[in-house]
T-cell receptor, first 112, second 114 residues
């Protein structure tokens, strides 16, 4: 079983819809959880960063962490064509060697 | 502006040739990383370095080599031993000693074997 599972299937939504992305993981030691956005042919950029369980909101973006289920989610409200990108989840163990475990990424297309 | 600079953006390699990808950062981060990204496979760790003059193999180090002579620089050499080098290569850095594991990425180098 991979440490981090993320269904890479492309997701197409109409503009204004809610986008829901998720990852599951197997290592219960993970404490830091991140979502990165990557535009085509560019490097990933950090979108959301959460520590331990709970919700975090930043504008149209909400990140959720459920440690009991080993499940994290990213929600994008009122999606825009500019949100079209690949979204990668990542997580790490505190006090470790700072190695991040990444999901495979979800390609999202928001159709105008 | 602080950040990570990768060069070149595009690189072409002939069979049997070594090539070196550059990664420079001015963020004063101790830890630096090289990842390889292939379609549908996510990011795979090649090498990482927590401190100058020290580095460790990641999950797919075979056919690659690195050096860390300066804090700011972490070049990656793709050797002729790497049989399938065509991929998108990403360099990243993380501040250490803060508990923060947010990784900052460069814009990547796309390597193609011709």
């Amino acid at each position: 079983q991979k440490e981090v599972e993320q269904d890479p299937g492309p997701l197409s939504v109409p503009e204004g819809a809610i986008v829901s992305l998720n990852c599951t993981y197997s290592n219960s030691a993970f404490q830091y959880f991140m979502w990165y956005r990557q535009y085509s042919r560019k490097g990933p950029e950090l979108l959301m960063y959460t520590y331990s369980s709970g919700n975090k909101e930043d504008g149209r973006f909400t990140a959720q962490v459920d440690k009991s289920s080993k499940y994290i989610s990213l929600f994008i409200r009122d999606s825009q064509p500019s949100d079209s990108a690949t979204y990668l989840c990542a997580m790490s163990v505190p006090g470790g060697n700072n190695r991040l475990a990444f999901g495979k990424g979800n390609q999202v297309v928001v159709i105008p | 502006d602080g950040g990570i600079t990768q060069s070149p953006k595009y690189l072409f390699r002939k069979e049997g040739q070594n090539v070196t990808l550059s990664c420079e950062q001015n963020l004063n981060h101790d830890a630096m990383y090289w990842y390889r990204q292939d379609p549908g496979q996510g990011l795979r760790l090649i090498y990482y370095s927590q401190i100058v003059n020290d580095f460790q193999k990641g999950d797919i180090a075979e056919g690659y080599s690195v050096s860390r002579e300066k804090k700011e620089s972490f070049p990656l050499t793709v050797t002729s031993a790497q049989k399938n080098p065509t991929a998108f290569y990403l360099c990243a850095s993380i501040p250490t000693g803060t508990g923060n594991t947010e990784a900052f990425f460069g814009q990547g180098t796309r390597l193609t074997v011709v």
